[in-house]
Structure formats: C-alpha cells, structure tokens
C-alpha cells in the first residue's frame, strides 16, 4: 500500500466513515511503506492490531529485529513497533499520526452519544417509575413497587428494601429474593453504604434525617452473574433518590391527609360541643341572663349550662384542667352528668357528690375540673357549691360584692370527696357571677395576671348593673389588660340578674 492510499486513509478518518479496523489498515499500511515483515500498534498496555494478523503475544517476544517507533510525544498512548525495518517514512507516519488521533476522537464522540443516548434512557427510566408509583401512599404496596422496578432495571436476583428510625429497628418492607444483609452489614450500610462487586447498599437519607437503606445484589449475567460496572451503581443512585422522593411524599401526603381528618373531626366536635350550650335560655319569671364563653382552641375544657329543675334555675361553670379535645370531652361529660342526675339530687351537695364519683371513675388521674354550681329559687333563695373553683360572684345592689369560695376538692381527684352546700338570697337588682381562670389569668404585655381582684373590682364598680352590661364591660376591660391579645386559656362567663320590680 503505497503513500498515497495512507493518505487517503487519514482523509476517510477524518470524514468520520472510518470503519473499526481503521487501526489495522493503517498498521498495514505503515509496514509496506516501511518494507518491515511485521508490526504492533498498541494504545497504552494492549495490542490494537497486529500486521500480519498471526503475529501473536508469542511470536513477537521469541522473535528478535523489533524497531520501537517514535509516534508522538509522551501524552499520546499510541506506541508503534516494527519488525526489521528498512526505511522510515516521516509522511507516513505523520499521516497514521493523524488517523489514528481523528479515529480516536471518533469513538470517543460515538461514546458520548451513547453515554448521552443512555443517561436520557436512565432519566426516562426514573420519570416512567415516578409516573407509575404516583399516589400509592402505602409503605409496603409502595416498596413492593419500587423494588419490582429496580429488578426490572439492573436485573438483579436480589433487591430489598429496609426503613425504620436506626439500622436497630430497620425491617425489610418489601423485597425480592434472599435478603443479602445480615445485622452487622446493616449498621454499616445504613451509616456508610456498601460497594463490591455482587452487592451495592445505599443508604437513603432526606430532609428528616436517615430513611432507611436500599440493596441490590447478584446482578443477572449469560453465565450467571456479573460485577456491578460504574453505570449500574449510579443508576442505582438515582433510584435511590426516586425511593427517597417517593417514600417522602407518601409519609407527608399521610400525615397532611391525617391533619385534615382531624381538623374536620375537630370541627365537627366544636359544633357539637356548641350546641350543649343554651341555645336560648330558659324562661325563669324575674330573672335575666347574659354569657360568653371563648376557646384557646377549637373545642373548649370550659363549659356552662342553665337548666330548670323543680320551678328552680340550675346554673353551672365548668373548667377542666387542660385544652384541646380531652378537655372538652370531660366537660361534655360533666355537662351530661349534671342534667342527668340533677331531678333526683336532694341538694347541690349531693349532685356534686355524684358527679364526682362517675368522673374520677371515667378518667385518667391526672384530669380534674374545678365546678361551680348555683340553684335559684324565683323568691331569690340560692344555694351553691363551689369544688375548687374560682369565688363565685353575688354583686349587690349597692355594689358591694360578696364571694362563695370553694368548699371541697375539685371533682375527678378523689372519689370520696364531699362538698358543702352554702346558702344565700339574690335581692331584686342583684347579680350572681360565674367566670373561669381564663379570665383571671389573662396577660398583659409584662405576664401580670388579671386576677380575682380586679374581677371584684370590676363588678363592684359596675355602672350598669345588669347581666348584659357586666358581660360586657368585663370583657372590655380584660381585653384593655391584655392589649388585645387572644387569651391563651378557655375563657368563660355566666351572670344571672334579678331583676329589679
């Protein structure tokens, strides 16, 4: 092959239609042009071609007259060696030079359109599984899933999943084939992953800390298995990622799905505890009454009710320790229990007694509520209890303010506990007032309570003195205290008037 056709040679390598055995042509050529016997292209440690082709590894090493070829500087990996050669062309060596380097830039384009062709393949791969595992938020159905498309995607005998808050209390929730880890290989994987050859376990980690760890082991080979290449273990790291995503939002989709099952459960239990309220308040001839009752949270641990028993009003305040939805069902309870057994009390004392009873046997022990309880008879006799509860309120007429203080514990905290019943008159014009510490404990900007005190202060010095305009201006006046602040506690408010003939 003469100088002209290695020429022609460098020219179709660099169109670019050079065929595999470019290396080869040119070697042959190089050793006619050259008058040599036979020659070695090598690139870096291996034999690219070999002219003619039964020069073997053997061959060359037993035979002796070798020439090694200067081609290129010390950064080019080609290395040229020639048997007994008789003349050296510079031409021709400079133009296989030039083929080899545009054959050589060749393929490594075509790699990088396969690398290309073959990264878009492993987005499309991870976007199709994302696609077909939306909206499964079950853990397991959700694992079985991924780990069926991981199987499908590395080909592998082996792939698991493992999820828990530590490697102590990680389990497998979804799995195919033998499980590959034993409890020692788990701690590592989960704190620093596992890399060889039959096996790759990736620990998963988002936002919320540690996930788990995913495994795939014995990749599916012709012969029966292969080594994890470079590819694999980052394909895999991607769906590992996936995993991590998906196991993510099915928990946060949960917990948002679970948050809005309870707010409408919440709802619904503050509709429902709004209507034990009064509606309206009953008919009493002589008697007028006025109440407000706020909640630090949806449902309240506070409650009041008025009811008619035996030609008498009934009126209760209750305030049971704690907030949120425990609270109000206690209160609720208590609600029930006074209009339940209050027809076959002979006292207050006795029905305190007994609502007592079925409350420290229906609750935890650390639940109590404070109660205070009023009977009033239409000539203005009133009896009244008050367990553990604030000082109940009767505001005379000339603003004096006289005070029922507790006479025994709470209810709910001992089951034995007796309460004394005290005796009193609402004069016409005279007002009773029921309240809770939601009041009395209102803040202002310096955490000073607004307390008993000024409650006392504020209805003896009360310009109207009526249920509506007590109401009022004690709820201005703690409003004032508090700067506008909502209340932090359940705040709650019943006054009834005689009224005046």
């Not at 200067?70 to 060696?81: A, M, N, Q, S």
């Not at 010095?461 to 509506?468: C, F, R, S």
Request: aromatic share 6%.
């Amino acid at each position: 092959m003469s100088l002209p056709e290695l020429l022609h040679l460098a020219d179709i390598a660099l169109s670019g239609h050079a065929s595999p055995d470019l290396p080869e042509q040119l070697l042959r050529a190089v050793v006619e042009e050259t008058g040599s016997r036979a020659g070695v292209l090598r690139r870096g440690g291996e034999a690219v071609a070999c002219w003619p082709r039964t020069v073997s590894p053997q061959v060359e090493a037993s035979t002796d007259g070798w020439s090694e070829i200067p081609f290129g500087g010390d950064d080019t990996p080609w290395r040229l060696r020639l048997l007994q050669l008789e003349r050296l062309d510079e031409a021709a060596l400079g133009a296989t030079r030039l083929s080899l380097r545009a054959w050589e830039l060749r393929e490594e384009l075509k790699r990088s359109r396969f690398d290309e062709r073959f990264h878009l393949w492993e987005l499309e791969a991870i976007r199709s599984i994302a696609t077909g595992i939306g909206g499964i938020l079950d853990t397991s159905l959700l694992a079985e899933e991924l780990i069926s498309h991981l199987v499908a995607l590395l080909g592998v005998r082996s792939a698991h999943l493992y999820l828990g808050d530590g490697p102590g209390s990680a389990v497998s929730v979804g799995g195919f084939g033998t499980p590959p880890l034993e409890a020692e290989d788990l701690e590592r994987a989960w704190q620093q992953g596992i890399y060889n050859d039959e096996l790759v376990a990736l620990p998963l980690q988002s936002e919320s800390g540690h996930l788990g760890v995913l495994v795939a082991a014995d990749k599916e080979a012709r012969a029966g298995t292969e080594p994890f290449a470079a590819n694999d273990v980052r394909l895999l790291e991607l769906f590992a990622v996936q995993v991590t995503v998906a196991m993510e939002y099915a928990r946060l989709t949960r917990e948002s799905l679970e948050r809005e099952r309870l707010k409408r459960e919440l709802e619904v239990a503050a509709v429902i505890q709004s209507h034990l309220y009064p509606q309206n308040f009953p008919d009493f001839p002589g008697f007028r009454l006025a109440a407000s009752s706020s909640s630090s949270r949806q449902v309240a641990g506070d409650t009041y009710d008025v009811l008619l028993r035996d030609n008498t009003l009934i009126v209760t305040v209750t305030d049971v320790s704690g907030k949120g939805v425990g609270a109000g069902l206690i209160a609720s309870g208590i609600h029930a229990a006074v209009r339940l057994m209050a027809g076959d009390a002979d006292n207050l004392s006795d029905l305190a007694a007994r609502v007592n009873h079925y409350l420290t046997g229906a609750t935890a022990d650390n639940r109590f509520a404070t109660f205070g309880m009023a009977r009033i008879a239409p000539d203005g006799e009133l009896w009244a209890v008050n367990a553990g509860h604030l000082p109940l309120l009767i505001r005379r007429q000339d603003g004096a303010v006289e005070e029922i203080e507790s006479s025994g514990l709470p209810l709910g905290i001992l089951d034995k506990a007796s309460y004394t019943q005290a005796t009193g008159h609402l004069d016409l014009g005279d007002l009773l007032v029921l309240y809770t510490d939601g009041l009395t404990e209102a803040e202002d900007p310096d955490e000073e309570e607004f307390s008993v005190e000024r409650v006392v202060e504020v209805v003896g010095g009360l310009v109207e003195p009526t249920a509506d305009g007590l109401c009022k201006e004690l709820l201005k006046v703690v409003d004032e205290h508090t700067c506008g602040q909502p209340l932090q506690d359940d705040a709650t408010l019943l006054v009834v008037e005689r009224l005046a003939e």
